[in-house]
T-cell receptor
């Protein structure tokens, strides 16, 4: 089984709808991340969490919210989806507590289309 | 100025060519340097990782770091069609999160 799973893998929705993307990991890592990827813009960090009680905004958090329900689960919500949120979304995990190097392991991605 | 800048490409080469992928960074505090490879419709995966200036080889891949110039490179020798992917550099400091470059799309033509 994959270490980092994302659901759904593909989603088409309409403007104004609330959408939740879910991420689960079996790696036992403390840190979890949400990124979006757009052609020509690379990976842009939306939110990250260093443990269950620590949530931080990334560079493009407007229009998004997150919930860290457990060490292994980190959900991303779009409260009212808009077309420019159409993108490929990745969840990533990294490190056990105290590790020096932030090697990140990525899920397979969710392709979201907002019409 | 972005903390990490990567040659955007795209890059198209014939099979067997030597490929050079490059990133520059602005913060001299960065301590470790990674290259991720991302195949189409997949998540990025770690390809190579190094701490120090100089070269690190892994098969056909060589990661090169020049801390004095704040410049890192990934060389691919004898490139294969299976190397066609997007390559992302990623740089970090001890205890903090990674910063990614924008990625370079590489196509190796048979």
């Amino acid at each position: 089984d994959a270490d980092v799973t994302q659901t759904p893998r593909n989603r088409i929705t309409k403007t104004g709808k609330r959408i939740m993307l879910e991420c689960s990991q079996t790696k036992g890592h403390d840190r979890m991340y949400w990124y979006r990827q757009d052609p020509g813009l690379g990976l842009r960090l939306i939110y990250y969490s260093f443990d269950v009680k620590d949530i931080n905004k990334g560079e493009i958090s407007d229009g998004y919210s997150v919930s860290r329900q457990a060490q292994a689960k980190f959900s991303l919500s779009l409260e009212s989806a808009i077309p420019n949120q159409t993108a490929l979304y990745f969840c990533a995990t990294s490190v056990e507590r105290g590790a020096a190097v932030d090697t990140q392991y990525f899920g397979p991605g969710t392709r979201l289309t907002v019409l | 100025q972005k903390e990490v800048e990567q040659d955007p490409g795209p890059l198209s080469v014939p099979e067997g060519a030597i490929v050079s992928l490059n990133c520059t960074y602005s913060n001299s505090a960065f301590q470790y340097f990674m290259w991720y490879r991302q195949y189409s419709r997949k998540g990025p995966e770690l390809l190579m990782y190094t701490y120090s200036s100089g070269n690190k080889e892994d098969g056909r891949f060589t990661a090169q770091v020049d801390k004095s110039s704040k410049y890192i490179s990934l060389f691919i020798r004898d490139s294969q069609p299976s190397d066609s992917a997007t390559y992302l550099c990623a740089i970090g400091t001890s205890g903090s999160r990674l910063t990614f470059g924008e990625g370079t799309q590489l196509t190796v033509n048979p």
